[in-house]
């Protein structure tokens, strides 16, 4: 029986819903010490003096790390351009000036104590004198570089990328109309179900030893075994269970402070492990978030609808590190012009230092900025030009042979028309809106008669699947056979993966994928996951990549494991270490390149009712397209639907964070208001396609991030529908919808 197409129920799901399964947090050891890490709590500051002698000598204080103690101050994914530990003493090496903080949340001090208690009550007692520096809080006072956020760079726009395509001036004189807007995008808390955590102690082998929740196990090896100044092979990382990531935890938090601690521990002759778990408000203000980015966009077109050029210029706070800004940006830069065939293109994008919280990975990456612009901007065509949305985008959308904003083809399997079309069959594009329950905001008071009005709304987008721009991909498995040696077929099959499961199924589409792949039933099918010490290197659990890479890794490394057992190994071992069709760096001048190997495309329709007497708006109904490839478990496939529009909703919706002077002010769920039950979507219906990607295992492509992409136009495109008004920023809290709506009349 084919294990690849089946609903199977998740391995963890009994764990995570009985409340045995342990996350990082709930991994306690009973000798444990605690660390308290301690935020500088100032976005710009230079520190003149640390004083630690009174936290030193506190009661139940083990040990005070400071930017002395560490070898290498420095790390980042891309860029090596952020301290490990801000402080005014430092004798390791470092590319980046480590005695200032450039965010409220550099860390400065470890304090491993006896008990939380203590190690909070120790870090209150360090004295820091502080030599204030001007804050540059916004894109647009750090785009006149009169306060420069790293002086070694010598500007704050650190990172830009360009296309030019065509000619610009034919573009804009075959066009007949012209739309122009300037769009801004709001930050987002990723809102994990668990927050940070960690515990770190050296293990039998000597090996310095994190057990976290993180999305790439061996990056964040990497990044310790260089700030520490060791060999990767003297450090080992472990994932717990994650309590979701979303592009949070990708980057790092606690993972190297916390082995710095338990390699000083260590170092004075104790063998006991350090654990460290962060608040919710330290989670907020500690972590990075989605970027907050200012487009200013152009579309050209002839009366027919037809596009004739684009221009748009992208401007991205990064904040005060880079994390994956330069990424992110790139993906913003070649989705700001939308799924759509566009023969002129002049498009400018930069990444743009501030001194607040960084921006980094997301789910979109970067599509969520540039596709909110590109879709807006294709639903206010059609409204000048009184055509069908659907029916613009008919006109204009990408083919397969067709060449891309980036000015080579496509790679096959463009199917973003087939996906549109089956959208608006599916959402009744051209009947009736969907009956939808009576709607008040005030439950106890029915609304004016004439003031609730409901619309429609539309968008398409695609998304890269995979590292983009050259960077190196690759993703390794390991398939053990089990049985007898007179035994013809395998009796069981264990499945080595680095993959981490951040809430998406992974681990159980793995096991499917292994199943089919070796003809071991599932049920006899079993997992050893994300452990550098015992599992290759998966690559990160991002870019909607991991269940195409993952496959066909498994696809590898099974056809090695049968290799094996027809030579008669018991157990029969097969590694293999899949690498996709390489990418390329965009040119600088022209931007002209294959940034990506592959894509999933989406579109979405989406159905509101207004209280224009209140501001308060409900999303009644979402219909969700997607082409998914081939489904490896369907029922997975549907809850990244209905997840990616849940948190979708709560971006365009309620989700504002406010960051004023280089501080979040609103760093706990009390202010910062992500969905509830009661506020999501009442009806989202997902529509599986199974259109065969070329390259993916079984056909199959990404599917985690596309749903996220499109939410936010097409809402807007709906409360507009309803309002006649165009809102260019959000999130819609009822307050900006009655501030457009007044302004309009």
């Known amino acids: 029986m084919t294990a690849v197409g089946r609903s199977e129920p998740r391995v963890d799901a009994r764990a995570k819903t009985t409340g045995a399964a342990e996350y990082s947090g709930d991994r306690v050891p009973s000798d444990a010490l605690f660390a308290q890490i301690v935020f500088s709590n100032e976005p710009h500051a230079r520190m003149i003096s640390m004083n630690t002698e009174a936290a030193r000598a506190a009661d139940g204080v083990v040990l005070v790390l400071t930017s002395a103690d560490v070898p290498v101050n420095e790390y980042g994914l891309t860029m090596f351009d952020q301290p490990v530990l801000v402080g005014a003493e430092h004798t390791g090496r470092t590319t980046v000036d480590p005695s200032i903080s450039r965010w409220e949340a550099d860390k400065i001090a470890i304090v491993v104590a006896e008990s939380p208690e203590r190690a909070s009550a120790a870090a209150s007692l360090i004295e820091i004198e502080w030599e204030q520096l001007p804050v540059v809080d916004n894109i647009e006072s750090a785009l006149k570089d009169e306060v420069l956020v790293h002086e070694e760079v010598g500007t704050n726009s650190y990172y830009e990328l360009r296309i030019r395509k065509g000619d610009m001036a034919a573009g804009w004189s075959d ?114 978030k989605r970027h907050r980015a200012t487009i200013h966009a152009k579309l050209g077109a002839t009366g027919d609808g037809i596009i004739t050029a684009v221009e748009a210029e992208v401007l991205m706070d990064a904040g005060a590190y880079n994390y994956t800004s330069n990424k992110v940006l790139g993906n913003a830069h070649v989705s700001v012009a939308g799924p759509y065939d566009v023969p002129n293109a002049h498009i400018d994008s930069r990444a743009i230092y501030t001194t607040t919280v960084p921006g980094g990975a997301f789910r979109g990456f970067g599509g969520p900025q540039g596709s909110f612009v590109a879709e807006t901007q294709m639903n206010k065509l059609a409204e000048l030009l009184d055509i069908d949305p659907v029916e613009l985008r008919r006109r204009n959308v990408l ?56 619309g429609r709304g539309f968008a398409t987008g695609y998304k890269n699947v995979g590292f983009s721009f050259g960077f190196p991909e690759r993703c390794e498995a390991e398939i053990r056979l089990l049985g007898d ?89 097969g590694r ?8 390329e760096a965009l040119d600088p001048e022209t931007g002209a390149g294959q940034p990506n190997f592959s894509y999933g495309y989406m579109a979405q329709a989406v159905e509101v009712t207004v209280d224009t007497e209140t501001g308060h708006i409900r999303v009644d109904r979402v219909t969700s397209a997607h082409d998914v490839g081939r489904s490896i478990n369907p029922s997975l496939v549907r809850g990244q639907i209905e997840g990616a529009v849940v948190q979708a909703h709560g971006y365009v919706m309620s989700e504002n964070l406010v960051v004023t002077e280089g501080r979040i002010r609103n760093p706990r769920f009390s202010t910062y208001l992500i969905p509830g039950i009661g506020d999501v979507p009442e009806h989202v219906e997902s529509v599986i396609l199974e259109l065969t990607d070329p390259q993916g295992p079984w056909g199959a492509r990404g599917v985690a991030e596309m749903p996220y992409i499109t939410y936010a136009p097409a809402v807007i495109a709906a409360v507009h529908d309803a309002t006649g008004v165009w809102f260019d920023t959000f999130p819609l809290t009822p307050s900006r919808v009655l501030e457009g709506l007044r302004s309009a009349r």
Not at 187 to 211: C, P
Not at 492 to 518: D, K, N
Not at 576 to 583: G, I, K, L, S
């Open 175 to 288: 066009a007949d109309v012209v739309v122009e807007g300037t769009y801004h995008l709001p930050h987002q808390e990723h809102a994990y179900l668990q927050v940070e955590a960690a515990t770190s102690w050296i293990d039998d082998e000597g090996r310095i030893t994190v057990e976290t929740g993180g999305q790439w196990a061996w990056e964040d090896q990497q990044q310790i075994a260089h700030a520490l100044d060791v060999p990767d092979s003297d450090v080992r990382v472990v994932y717990a269970a994650i309590g979701g990531a979303f592009g949070g935890k990708e980057d790092m938090t606690l993972q190297i402070v916390m082995a710095l601690a338990a390699q000083r521990v260590n170092a004075l002759g104790m063998t006991r492990p350090v654990h460290c778990r962060w608040s919710r408000e330290e989670s907020i203000v500690g972590h990075h």
């Open 399 to 454: 083919h397969d042979g067709d060449h891309g904003i980036t000015q080579t083809v496509m790679p096959e399997g463009v199917t973003i028309s087939e996906v549109l079309e089956r959208c608006a069959d599916e959402a009744n594009m051209d009947g009736p809106l969907f009956e939808a329950s009576p709607f008040s905001p005030v439950a106890s008071l029915a609304p004016a008669t004439g003031v609730v009005k409901r």
């Open 485 to 573: 040696p007179n035994d013809e077929v395998p009796t069981s099959a264990e499945i080595l993966h680095g993959g981490a499961e951040v809430g998406q199924g992974a681990h159980q589409a793995f096991r499917q994928m292994t199943a089919e792949a070796t003809g071991v039933p599932l049920e006899h099918v079993h997992g050893t996951f994300s452990d550098t010490a015992t599992t290759g290197d998966s690559g990160s659990v991002s870019a909607s990549r991991m269940t195409f890479m993952a496959g066909n890794s498994i696809l590898g490394a099974a056809e090695e494991a049968e290799k094996a057992w027809r030579d008669g190994q018991r157990p029969a071992v």
């Open 576 to 583: 293999f270490r899949y690498t996709p069709p390489p990418t």
